[in-house]
């Protein structure tokens, strides 16, 4: 499983896998109900916003994981539609008094709620265990760590991260890596608004870059909006320029990128 709280490890109440996961899909092969729930749960939406709202679904495999921490200590492997394949390695573990996500599935599915740390002055602080919602502060932010993995009770969950990544790979359970998760780069929207795609299309060389010296690829101002489309197909001239290449009639992608490619770049 991927983690990026390593220091909750002792909080773990499940493993989930995504539908897309190999195990998953192998399980699916001899199992109809395994098959019909990884076929529902791609149908839901992957978005940030749509895992978020949606319905938290899963389904128990009857496979166990043993806990690396403590081999007698057997954890639930479940299906779940809120864990994504692009996600880590499509398999988590579960710790619900610290993520709402997992706590949310817990509930529903009667899992154990295990916190591993609270606040340093917990006067009044009810835990997720007693109905509270998950308690997930900064990371920067100092706690009191009442199942730690390693080392003092007092740490920020930066240090108690650290520290969980040392001790597991002293154990030999796991290392650390270091994971980039970058979704949602659109590439072609059919729209006016967007990074201009810096490419020209010329019948006799193909898809030709545009040269260092006449970028930033410019959009027009004088666009129409009365019909849908892009109005960039529309355009009388801005499309229609010279091949960098041969300097023969070529044209412009009209396509952009989404501005999150811009402001990544």
């Known amino acids: 499983v991927y983690t990026t709280r390593p ?15 190999p195990l998953a899909r192998a399980l699916a092969q001899d199992d109809p109900a395994v098959a019909a729930f990884c076929e529902a749960a791609r149908k839901g939406g992957t ?57 949310d599935f817990a509930r529903k599915y009667g899992l154990p709620v295990i916190s591993t740390f609270e606040p340093e002055d917990a006067a ?9 919602e998950a308690y997930v502060p900064p990371k920067a932010e100092r706690v009191r760590y ?29 290392r650390g890596v270091t994971r980039y998760r970058l979704r949602d780069w659109l590439l072609s929207r059919q729209r006016y608004w967007g990074c201009p795609i810096p490419v020209v299309h010329c019948a006799a060389c193909g898809v030709v870059p545009v040269p260092r010296d006449q970028l ?37 992608e009209t396509d952009t990128m989404d501005t999150f490619v811009d402001s990544s770049w």
């Open 7 to 21: 220091d909750t490890l002792r909080g773990a109440s499940f493993v989930g896998l995504s539908p897309d996961h």
């Open 47 to 103: 978005t940030e916003e749509a895992i978020e709202t949606g319905e938290k679904l899963g389904l128990d495999t009857g496979l166990r994981a043993r806990h690396p921490l403590e081999p007698d200590w057997e954890l639930p492997v479940w299906i779940a539609n809120f864990i994504l394949m692009d996600y880590g390695t499509g398999a988590i573990f579960g710790c619900p008094a610290h993520d709402q996500r997992d706590l």
């Open 146 to 174: 009442v199942r730690p993995i390693a080392g003092g009770e007092h740490q920020t969950g930066e240090e108690a991260v650290e520290t969980a990544i040392a001790h597991c790979e002293g154990l030999g359970v796991g």
């Open 216 to 252: 930033p690829v410019v959009l027009p101002e004088d666009v129409t909006f009365d019909r849908p489309g892009n109005p960039l197909d529309r355009h009388p001239s801005w499309a229609h320029v010279a091949c960098p290449a041969c300097g023969k009639p070529a044209r412009r």
């Open 124 to 132: 009044g602080h009810v835990a997720p265990e007693d109905g509270a």
